[in-house]
T-cell receptor, first 114, second 109 residues
């Protein structure tokens, strides 16, 4: 089974801090994704990556950046955390960019910015 | 652009009741369609998928048929159990995934 592991289940940070969310997948997947999940809004794509050192903006990239130095690891960075970034963050991976390939999700990180 | 609209919840049912969650989509191409489920405290997991018109996806007693003429992908289960309590997301994949807002389903014993 594919395993996508997010480093923290719960995280509390302060406004203005630089925050790192880490995600690791163990199935040699090409693609990795970061979403945020908010009630009534479903999942919204922040950034995704189709290859090492490659990244593309999703629908809501403002205030975020990402890093993919190794194929198995995809990091989401909040450059200067703000209270409106309090949310559930979900990482996902898929084998290829083919639309037949489902995405596999981690258990999420619930981030609170005070 | 692409979008997915699914019925608002929450939905509360008794065990063995019939469940339908409506999902319609707007897409410029010919996307694959998915239903994902999120159990309490967990990430999303794939429930079923369909990749072309008239395909029927099925898993764990759930079914959904890709209807191109009505741009719909409604989820159904004939007899729900308490363990089906979860949030259900409809999604389409046309280069990237677009999700509906999610429908919370609670099944009471």
């Amino acid at each position: 089974d594919v395993k996508v592991t997010q480093s923290s289940r719960y995280l509390v940070k302060r406004t203005g801090e630089k925050v790192f969310l880490e995600c690791v997948q163990d199935m040699d997947h090409e693609n990795m994704f970061w979403y945020r999940q908010d009630p009534g809004l479903g999942l919204r794509l922040i950034y995704f990556s189709y290859d090492v050192k490659m990244k593309e903006k999703g629908d809501i990239p403002e205030g975020y950046s990402v890093s993919r130095e190794k194929k198995e690891r995809f990091s989401l960075i909040l450059e200067s955390a703000s209270t409106n970034q309090t949310s559930m963050y979900l990482c996902a991976s898929s084998l290829t960019g083919d639309s037949n390939q489902p995405q596999h999700f981690g258990d999420g990180t619930r981030l609170s910015i005070l | 652009g692409n979008s997915v609209t699914q019925m608002e919840g929450p939905v509360t049912l008794s065990e063995e009741a019939f469940l339908t969650i409506n999902c319609t989509y707007t897409a410029t191409g010919y996307p694959s369609l998915f239903w994902y489920v999120q159990y309490p405290g967990e990430g999303l997991q794939l429930l079923l998928k369909a990749t072309k018109a008239d395909d029927k996806g099925s898993n764990k007693g759930f079914e959904a048929t890709y209807r191109k003429e009505t741009t719909s992908f409604h989820l159904e289960k004939g007899s729900v159990q308490v363990s089906d309590s979860a949030v259900y997301f409809c999604a389409l994949d046309d280069y990237k995934l677009s999700f509906g807002a999610g429908t919370t389903v609670t099944v009471r014993a």
